[in-house]
């Protein structure tokens, strides 16, 4: 199973990073969402894949997941998101000054 | 029994899920892939309730239900700009 | 003592800002009572320093890494306290009257005040980098004061000139107490002057010296570094009169003063003190006299007078110390009247220039007189407080010179800065109030307003009183100040208007016959001065440096970076890549670890394989971007489940609804950006497949590497503690809103900021949505079909209903404010959605400022609740209560601050999203009126 996460992480980080390295502005905020799946997951797999033992505490339970990276990932999801709109943002106002897409100053080719 | 039938049901969604996929892939119309998508919500619903089951915990349900709530919004976002490009109008 | 740092530095600026939203006048009101305040929060400290007492006050902070707040106030310290508050609540008082009607009284009195607090910080520090920080806070200050007129370049250049050679000393200075401090054994002061043995035997006494008189000579505008001085007087003449006289250019001789007892008594000492301080002497007494603008004359004058300081100082002795302290005060108060009578003089005649203004005498007598008085003092005439101070440092020069070769030559040069000195002082008496008659002004002079004049007033009668009677009016003070410098024995003075015809006395009388001569014979020597005059000065050398400086600047970061942004973003990935690599090899472990892995089952293997799907198809497909939209939403879907799989409940559901929160987002941008690109063939592709995939690789190979591994987590306590300490359940709540709750305070703060950055982005914005869809269809005429429209007002008190669900159970169960204030966001936004934005509007409320306030107000509250009960911030309590119906039911205080949270969340994600959403109202289709009305 951690073969299949570590994929997974890895594929999201190569589709991420060649979204960012495109020319305009909205494939690159599409691969900077993608990279923070990527980094959220690997944030995530910092304590341990374990499934069905959720943090909540119980009489029965004995063993739990990690709460720490859980903690962590979850504010990073919302300002993951805030950053996303705030790109996005940028984007729209490069777009209104510019009159182009691109990333850069000049229209890309 | 119960675990016959939960295996076999898991199964089942998997597929569709893959289904689902495979048209949100293909399209060919827009509206293709939002229905499509919309089917792909669905069938997390399913999966999520029937892995609760069988891991006796109704933790996943919660997380179904807001699939079940998100789901239908975005949707209806897209939907909307489907429709008019200017979703809030 | 920190109460009146943290009066003037942290309350005051913002008050008077505030304030001056009520009427201009109200901020110099504020400004004043702030200062009265500090002045009375101090008041006890300052009568126990004029006892003699040395006092400490020690704010613990982080006290095991040696980090505390530390003040020191003994005599030195009070009388600089004095300099500050005192001319500061002056200045205050004249400045209300200076500004015009067009300048901002607000920033005006908020920039002094942040300058008061940080000076009073630099003289109440006790320890060395703390000062430090205080003392660049003074620069910055400073900075802001002389480019108070923005518009003007002079005063624009002025002000970074002076920051650029202030701060470059502060930087100095910082490497100096850092070598201080390690000498020393602390950066404490009381240890570092109790240690002047050490000090001067430690090799490395020379080089610190040096850093350290780096930051005392430029911030007291010492030669070399004098020129930034003169183009500071861009600044309003208030701001001159406080710092580039009175205060901020002593902050340099304070420190002298102050580590004095550290530092003195070396030969390296008196020559680079002494040496820098003489030559700074006449240099600025020479130039002083060939200024045509007051202020000029006058900064040139302070230059000099800073040198004078300078060189006692570096003479050495106590007595010099003393005469040195002296000086500090009569200069402070004759040059801070001096310039508040030239403040006058320009605001009268609208021009500085001395050609022009002459004869004021029959206009504005009584100012005449006073600035008469002042500059009678400044040439050092007796019956005045700068003749006292002045015969003190002949005196002190004349001994000074019996211990060396040549040593007749530093009397001589004394008395010549003294000709000097008397003469550009009569020149500013004799050239502004007589010499004919004013030219070429626009309007007639006349006295300014009667409150204008109080302050000078005030100071002349100092100068008056302390030049008759030292022995009452300032030998106290001068004693206790002169004892916190020596820290030690006191040598014997005194203080009196006649030592009978000693050698300082006819040093004085040269100076003052050889300055009147020296200004009657003036003409021929303005000749050869404007010759000279005409080659490029310091000020315009250090120029030519600093914009050169700008240009290499500009160079060196267009070489390091590429102009595209793809390039830089390579850059940035290649580094990270080569060092994670570097890293991997020299750790040289075996990829997997020791942890037994998981099974794959099929469950896995699905979802893994939908993911790779959506994953990959968003990138073959990005150019059409509706399409890589729903591929993206895809995607989080299924990491949304990678986190149910994995035992985070928490993280699934908030990921679920930031997953329809984004593509909202994204489907607002879409609107106005290309639909499809072109398929335009980049040359890069290959490139950057190749870099995408050795990232991905490396991504994977890292965590696989972790998951193999066992780790070692602190997770521990939190799940002990989470019950006992947070009274709740769901240990990830728990961590976010009671353990880490500072964290989460920071981060919706963050949430909070970048909403606010996007609605002020919103600002002016114009952009033209397409009149068809990315096919060529023309929209659809229907704007809120009501199918959609009534099902999604059903559904709202259904989806509310499980925000209120999943906030109030968050402590217990999975949920919180966090996921709560998403999927009320969502609802709403659903509502705009389906019913339109004129429907929603007038159901609720239309500003969201308001609620990230709020949020952010209660979740500080909360926490501040905690002090209340002498718990640190943030301390959580919790209660059982048993509600009937309900059941047993826990009300923690942190559940207070989850709902701060929960409406900060809400707040921002409407602000961000709705805003985006209003952008385009009027470029699209207008709404008819009987729609407006709906």
């Not at chain 3, 505008?221 to 006289?245: D, G, I, K, R």
């Not at chain 3, 050698?503 to 300055?515: F, N």
């Not at chain 3, 060092?579 to 979802?607: C, F």
Request: proline share 5%.
């Amino acid at each position: 199973m951690e073969l299949l996460y570590a994929f997974s992480v890895g594929l999201l980080t190569a589709c991420g990073v060649y979204l960012t390295l495109r020319g305009r502005t909205f494939p690159v905020v599409l691969g900077l969402t993608l990279i923070s799946y990527a980094v959220n997951l690997f944030l995530f797999a910092m304590g341990g894949l374990l499934p069905g033992r959720a943090p909540i505490l119980s009489e029965v339970g004995t063993e739990y997941a990690d709460p720490l990276p859980q903690a962590l990932v979850l504010t990073a999801i919302v300002i993951g998101f805030a950053m996303t709109a705030f790109v996005t943002m940028l984007a729209l106002k490069a777009r209104a000054e510019d009159g182009h897409d691109g990333v850069d100053k000049e229209a890309p080719r | 029994m119960l675990s016959v039938a939960l295996t076999l049901a898991l199964a089942m969604v998997a597929l569709a899920l893959a289904l689902s996929l495979w048209r949100l892939m293909r399209g060919p119309s827009t509206p293709d892939r939002i229905l499509a998508l919309d089917t792909l919500y669905i069938n997390t619903i399913a999966l999520l309730v029937l892995f609760g089951i069988r891991q006796q915990s109704q933790i996943y349900f919660e997380a179904a239900l807001l699939i079940a709530l998100m789901g239908f919004i975005g949707t209806l976002a897209l939907c909307k700009y489907l429709l008019r490009g200017d979703i809030i109008e | 003592m920190l109460l009146a740092i943290l009066l003037t530095l942290v309350v005051g600026p913002p008050l008077v800002a505030w304030l001056a939203r009520f009427g201009r006048l109200n901020a110099a009101w504020g400004a004043g009572a702030v200062t009265l305040a500090a002045a009375y929060a101090l008041w006890p400290a300052l009568q126990g320093a004029m006892a003699g007492e040395t006092q400490l006050q020690r704010i613990a902070w982080l006290s095991a890494q040696g980090l505390d707040l530390h003040f020191r106030l003994d005599g030195l310290g009070l009388l600089f306290v004095l300099l500050i508050l005192g001319i500061g609540l002056l200045v205050i008082l004249y400045a209300r009257y200076y500004l015009t009607s067009r300048d901002s009284m607000g920033r005006f009195y908020a920039y002094l005040l942040l300058f008061m607090g940080a000076m009073l910080g630099v003289v109440l520090s006790e320890n060395l980098i703390q000062l430090l920080i205080f003392w660049e806070l003074t620069s910055l200050a400073s900075f802001l004061l002389i480019s108070y007129w923005q518009g003007r370049s002079d005063a624009r250049n002025g002000a970074r000139m002076a920051l650029a050679i202030t701060g470059a000393g502060g930087l100095a200075l910082l490497g100096g107490f850092l070598l201080l401090g390690e000498m020393a054994g602390s950066y404490e002061l009381s240890v570092v002057l109790a240690s002047g043995e050490s000090i001067r035997a430690h090799p490395l006494y020379t080089p610190m010296l040096v850093l350290i008189l780096l930051g005392v000579f430029t911030k007291s505008a010492q030669f070399p570094f004098h020129f930034w001085l003169p183009n500071a007087m861009a600044a309003p003449t208030p701001v001159s009169a406080y710092l580039h006289s009175a205060t901020m250019v002593k902050a340099g001789v304070f420190l002298l003063a102050r580590l004095f007892p550290a530092l003195s008594g070396t030969p390296e000492w008196s020559w680079l003190v002494g040496g820098a301080g003489l030559v700074t002497l006449l240099v600025g007494a020479v130039v002083a006299l060939f200024q045509h603008d007051l202020k000029g004359l006058l900064a040139y004058s302070t230059i000099s007078h800073l040198g004078l300081i300078t060189l006692l100082f570096g003479i050495g002795t106590p007595l010099a110390a003393v005469a040195g302290v002296f000086h500090i005060i009569n200069h402070a108060t004759f040059k801070a009247s001096l310039f508040m009578a030239a403040g006058i003089i320009d605001h009268e005649c609208g021009s500085r220039d001395m050609r022009y203004i002459n004869g004021l005498w029959k206009y504005m007598p009584h100012t005449a007189i006073l600035a008469i008085i002042a500059s009678a003092a400044m040439a050092g005439v007796p019956l005045l407080n700068g003749f006292l101070s002045k015969e003190m440092f002949f005196a002190e020069a004349v001994g000074a010179a019996t211990q060396l070769r040549l040593g007749w030559l530093l009397p001589a040069a004394v008395t010549l800065a003294g000709i000097f000195a008397v003469a550009y002082s009569l020149r500013f008496i004799h050239d502004v109030f007589w010499n004919g008659e004013p030219i070429g002004l626009d309007r007639t002079p006349h006295e300014p307003p009667r409150w204008m004049k109080v302050p000078v007033e005030l100071l002349v009668i100092l100068c008056l009183a302390v030049g008759i009677f030292p022995s009452y009016v300032v030998e106290p003070l001068l004693r206790v100040a002169a004892s916190g410098v020596l820290q030690g024995p006191m040598p014997s003075f005194s203080l009196a208007l006649w030592h009978g015809l000693s050698p300082a006395m006819w040093m004085s009388v040269i100076a003052l016959v050889g300055g009147i001569s020296l200004y009657i014979a003036r003409a021929p020597l303005f000749e050869i001065y404007a010759r000279l005059a005409e080659r490029p000065g310091m000020y315009r050398r250090a120029h030519h440096l600093l914009e050169r400086l700008y240009l290499w600047a500009g160079a060196v970061t267009r070489l390091s970076t590429p102009e595209r942004l793809p390039h830089m973003a390579l850059w940035v990935l290649l580094f990270a890549m080569t060092l994670a690599l570097t890293g991997a090899l020299q750790a040289g472990a075996e990829l997997q670890g020791g942890r037994t892995l998981l099974p794959m089952d099929l469950l896995g293997v699905v979802t893994t394989l939908v993911l790779a799907l959506a994953a990959i198809a968003t990138v073959l497909l990005y150019r059409q971007r509706l399409v890589a939209l729903t591929l993206l939403g895809a995607v989080g879907l299924v990491v949304s489940l990678i986190f149910v799989r994995f035992s985070a409940p928490d993280l699934a559901l908030t990921q679920l609804s930031v997953e329809v929160v984004s593509i909202v987002l994204l489907l607002l941008a879409l609107y106005f950006l290309p639909q499809q690109e072109s398929r335009a063939t980049s040359p890069w592709v290959v490139r950057d497949l190749l870099i995408a995939l050795l990232a991905g690789i490396g991504m994977a190979l890292l965590t696989f590497a972790v998951l193999s591994r066992e780790g070692q987590s602190i997770s521990g306590f939190f799940l002990e503690q989470a019950l006992p300490g947070g009274g709740g359940a769901n240990v990830v709540n728990v961590i976010l809103v009671d353990f880490r709750g500072f964290d989460t305070l920071g981060e919706i703060t963050v949430l909070a900021l970048a909403a606010l950055g996007i609605y002020g982005m919103l600002d002016g914005i114009k952009l033209q949505g397409p009149e068809a869809d990315s096919d060529g269809r023309r929209w659809d005429p229907d704007l809120y079909p009501p199918v959609v429209a009534t099902l999604s007002r059903l559904l709202l008190p259904l989806a509310l209903l499980v925000s209120m669900f999943i906030l109030m159970r968050g402590h217990q169960l999975p949920g919180g404010g966090f996921i709560a204030g998403l999927i009320t966001a969502v609802a709403l936004v659903m509502q705009y959605l389906a019913n339109g934005v004129a429907w929603t509007q007038a159901r609720l409320p239309r500003n969201h400022h308001w609620l990230i306030t709020l949020g952010l107000s209660l979740a500080t509250a909360t926490g501040l609740g905690s002090l209340l009960f002498a718990h640190p911030f943030l301390t959580s309590t919790f209660q059982h209560l048993h509600w009937p119906l309900v059941g047993d039911f826990e009300l923690a205080s942190a559940m207070l601050f989850d709902l701060g949270v929960y409406l900060v969340v809400v707040g921002a994600t409407l602000l961000i999203l709705v805003n985006i959403g209003l952008m385009h109202r009027e470029s699209h289709t207008p709404l008819t009126d009987a729609e407006e009305e709906v």
